[in-house]
């Protein structure tokens, strides 16, 4: 029982024995698998982190529509452009259910969205990198939405009943975005020109090593983790997730005829999967301050939407003021 782990730095976990009566309640609940829903009591810890992650997940969506909305006009045929359009429209249905989600916790849309716009809120990492070819557009649906999955998966079965729900559904969708990205890379690189599967390894060469940092730090950096999994709102480490990542990555891109740009990738038979070289962690916290290629891009962009779509959230309130009035005169 993760309640019972003792660690002995600043993230050390209360034990059921020092928790209060209600906070143990609802770890024993946790622990036995009953959902958490929204109305229920929850520590204040449990909220916030809540809140945190499924916002951050929530504005991922959101922003991640951007570097493959930049291919849209620019998909090679028509069939490419209709698979496309669906899935970036997938991705703002996530950001709705998500957004929904956190708002069952006590936080408004707009207070969400201020977060993102001042850059207090996190997105992911991977959505700060430009899609310079069309071979990106299925770099992201091979290994994107392949490294979404595998970190969503588990969180169908996190413990916070909106958030879990929510994951199902993306999780099914999902899994048509990594399928079409992979499909878009076969044609490239099995019926395509040397031209185009060298565009392809050049892709490849560009996306690997961010997907790998979406899992976030190394467990042992990572501040969140221990609590939690101890309140299963994750269930695997960020480590344990990335191994499973590249396990599964590898013979997709030997398939492909790909090479992964790592020259320490190598099966290690011992552990039942493959040995990786170390992840740039000073690129990964640079583009977490803000200084990744399209940081400020992204951001610009999500602002400008916002203020253009001033008037129309402003005519949906008129329009609702209006009625309430008409409804009132008419009960009076
Ligand atoms: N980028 O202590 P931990 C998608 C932050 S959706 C930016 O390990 P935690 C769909 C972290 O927030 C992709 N920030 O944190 C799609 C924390 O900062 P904070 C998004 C990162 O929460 C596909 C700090 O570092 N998926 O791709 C990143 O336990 C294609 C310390 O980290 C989700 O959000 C990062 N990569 O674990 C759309 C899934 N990694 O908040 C369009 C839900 C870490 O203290 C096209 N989220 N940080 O200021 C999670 O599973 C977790 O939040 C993790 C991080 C695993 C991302």
Same mark, same amino acid.
């Not at 199902?168 to 395509?192: M, N, P, W």
């Not at 976030?216 to 695997?236: C, F, L, R, T, V």
């Not at 602002?303 to 008129?318: C, F, K, P």
């Given at each position: 029982?993760?309640?019972?782990?003792?660690?002995?730095?600043?993230?050390?976990?209360?034990?059921?024995?020092?928790?209060?009566?209600?906070?143990?309640?609802?770890?024993?609940?946790?622990?036995?698998?009953?959902?958490?829903?929204?109305?229920?009591?929850?520590?204040?810890?449990?909220?916030?982190?809540?809140?945190?992650?499924?916002?951050?997940?929530?504005?991922?969506?959101?922003?991640?529509?951007?570097?493959?909305?930049?291919?849209?006009?620019?998909?090679?045929?028509?069939?490419?452009?209709?698979?496309?359009?669906?899935?970036?429209?997938?991705?703002?249905?996530?950001?709705?259910?998500?957004?929904?989600?956190?708002?069952?916790?006590?936080?408004?849309?707009?207070?969400?969205?201020?977060?993102?716009?001042?850059?207090?809120?996190?997105?992911?990492?991977?959505?700060?990198?430009?899609?310079?070819?069309?071979?990106?557009?299925?770099?992201?649906?091979?290994?994107?939405?392949?490294?979404?999955?595998?970190?969503?998966?588990?969180?169908?079965?996190?413990?916070?009943?909106?958030? +879990?729900?929510? /994951?199902?559904?993306?999780?099914?969708? *999902? =899994?048509? &975005?990594?399928? @079409?990205?992979?499909?878009?890379? !076969?044609?490239?690189?099995?019926?395509?020109?040397?031209?185009?599967?060298?565009?392809?390894?050049?892709?490849?060469?560009?996306?690997?090593?961010? +997907?790998?940092? /979406?899992?976030?730090?190394?467990?042992? *950096? =990572?501040? &969140?983790?221990? @609590?939690?999994?101890?309140?299963? !709102?994750?269930?695997?480490?960020?480590?344990?997730?990335?191994?499973?990542?590249?396990?599964?990555?590898?013979?997709?891109?030997?398939?492909?005829?790909?090479?992964?740009?790592?020259?320490?990738?190598?099966?290690?038979?011992?552990?039942?999967?493959?040995?990786?070289?170390?992840?740039?962690?000073?690129?990964?916290?640079?583009?977490?301050?803000?200084?990744?290629?399209?940081?400020?891009?992204?951001?610009?962009?999500?602002?400008?939407?916002?203020?253009?779509?001033?008037?129309?959230?402003?005519?949906?309130?008129?329009?609702?003021?209006?009625?309430?009035?008409?409804?009132?005169?008419?009960?009076?």
């Amino acid at each position: 029982m993760y309640a019972q782990q003792i660690k002995t730095d600043a993230r050390r976990l209360k034990t059921l024995e020092e928790m209060d009566d209600q906070e143990r309640a609802f770890q024993e609940r946790v622990d036995a698998d009953i959902k958490i829903e929204a109305k229920d009591w929850m520590p204040d810890g449990y909220r916030k982190t809540l809140i945190r992650q499924i916002s951050q997940h929530a504005h991922s969506e959101i922003v991640g529509q951007l570097p493959e909305a930049n291919w849209i006009s620019r998909a090679p045929t028509l069939e490419r452009k209709a698979i496309l359009l669906a899935k970036v429209q997938d991705e703002a249905g996530h950001g709705l259910y998500l957004y929904c989600a956190a708002e069952t916790l006590g936080i408004s849309r707009d207070q969400m969205l201020a977060q993102l716009h001042s850059g207090k809120a996190k997105y992911s990492s991977i959505f700060n990198y430009p899609t310079l070819t069309w071979a990106d557009v299925g770099m992201i649906g091979w290994l994107v939405d392949g490294a979404a999955i595998m970190n969503q998966v588990p969180l169908q079965r996190c413990s916070y009943g909106p958030y +879990s729900r929510a /994951m199902i559904r993306v999780c099914k969708e *999902e =899994s048509f &975005h990594q399928r @079409q990205g992979y499909d878009a890379l !076969i044609t490239l690189c099995h019926k395509g020109t040397a031209a185009q599967k060298a565009m392809a390894q050049d892709a490849l060469d560009r996306w690997w090593w961010p +997907s790998l940092m /979406m899992f976030g730090p190394p467990d042992g *950096e =990572s501040i &969140h983790s221990a @609590q939690s999994m101890a309140w299963k !709102i994750k269930q695997n480490s960020n480590d344990e997730l990335r191994q499973k990542f590249v396990d599964q990555t590898v013979p997709q891109a030997d398939y492909l005829g790909l090479t992964i740009p790592d020259p320490d990738l190598k099966w290690n038979d011992a552990k039942g999967g493959y040995d990786f070289g170390e992840i740039d962690w000073d690129e990964f916290h640079r583009v977490l301050r803000g200084d990744g290629p399209c940081n400020k891009q992204r951001l610009d962009d999500r602002v400008t939407a916002w203020e253009d779509g001033a008037w129309y959230r402003e005519g949906l309130m008129a329009h609702a003021e209006k009625k309430a009035a008409r409804r009132a005169a008419a009960a009076a």
